[in-house]
Antibody
Framework: EVQLVESGGGFIQPGGSLRLSCVAS????????MTWVRQAPGTGLEWVSV???????HYADFVKGRFTISRDNPRNTLYLQLNTLTVEDTAIYYC???????????????WGRGTLVSVSS | DIVMTQSPLSLPVTPGEPASISCRSS???????????LDWYLQKPGQSPQLLIY???HRASGVPDRFSGSGSGTDFTLKISSVEAEDVGVYYC?????????FGPGTRVDIK
């Protein structure tokens, strides 16, 4: 079965760090650009970051150098390192993948169930 | 960044009836290759989003043909020809012309 499974979320104090993981099964992450999208409680979707198959990465402006996306192709896993967290980073973080667009991220045809990051003092 | 808007933000629907959601972008989503980089996603209650439409009008794999996308430039529409109870949830449009991709605020569809 083709799926993405996120983990690593939890409760953390402001200024803390977490590493999110997204394990892919049923396909190789080398065939897709992989992205993180987040959703704060009761709100809409917000794109966070993308990792392309050629190693390039891109981040939303609000990341401001605090987050790092990476992938481990042999482990078929995507990561998101979250540093210097603030209460505004509280959200469900979804891992998603796509391959339809050659110029940038979009057409995310595979999504995980998400992992909740809750930042509070 | 490209700003996306949607209307209506809430849409009560009757099963068996058609429904339509509009999406507008702050600039044209047409790329030089002739395609419009506009996606539609549905987030059903308690679930993660799922891709419905990409390139403005291409149905994703497994999406029922009652869903259709259309539009050009800055104005796009998602239509459901005959709403079913399982279609409830929040519908998002997303532009993928430029990075960062940006989402509309969402349209909540529920049964009257």
């Amino acid at each position: 079965e083709v799926q993405l499974v996120e983990s690593g979320g939890g409760f953390i104090q402001p200024g803390g760090s977490l590493r999110l993981s997204c394990v892919a099964s049923g396909f190789s992450v080398t065939t897709k650009y992989m992205t993180w999208v987040r959703q704060a409680p009761g709100t809409g979707l917000e794109w966070v970051s993308v990792s392309y198959t050629d190693g390039r990465t891109h981040y939303a402006d609000f990341v401001k150098g605090r987050f790092t996306i990476s992938r481990d192709n042999p482990r078929n896993t995507l990561y998101l390192q979250l540093n210097t967290l603030t209460v505004e980073d509280t959200a469900i973080y979804y891992c998603a993948g796509g391959a339809a667009y050659s110029h940038g991220p979009g057409a995310f045809d595979l999504w995980g169930r998400g992992t909740l990051v809750s930042v509070s003092s | 960044d490209i700003v996306m808007t949607q209307s209506p933000l809430s849409l009560p629907v009757t099963p068996g009836e058609p429904a339509s959601i509009s999406c507008r972008s702050s600039q044209s989503l047409l790329r030089v290759n002739g395609y419009h980089y506009l996606d539609w996603y549905l987030q059903k209650p308690g679930q993660s989003p799922q891709l419905l439409i990409y390139l403005g009008s291409h149905r994703a794999s497994g999406v029922p043909d009652r869903f259709s996308g259309s539009g050009s430039g800055t104005d796009f529409t998602l239509k459901i020809s005959s709403v079913e109870a399982e279609d409830v949830g929040v519908y998002y449009c997303m532009q993928a012309l430029q990075t960062p991709p940006t989402f509309g605020p969402g349209t909540r569809v529920d049964i009257k």
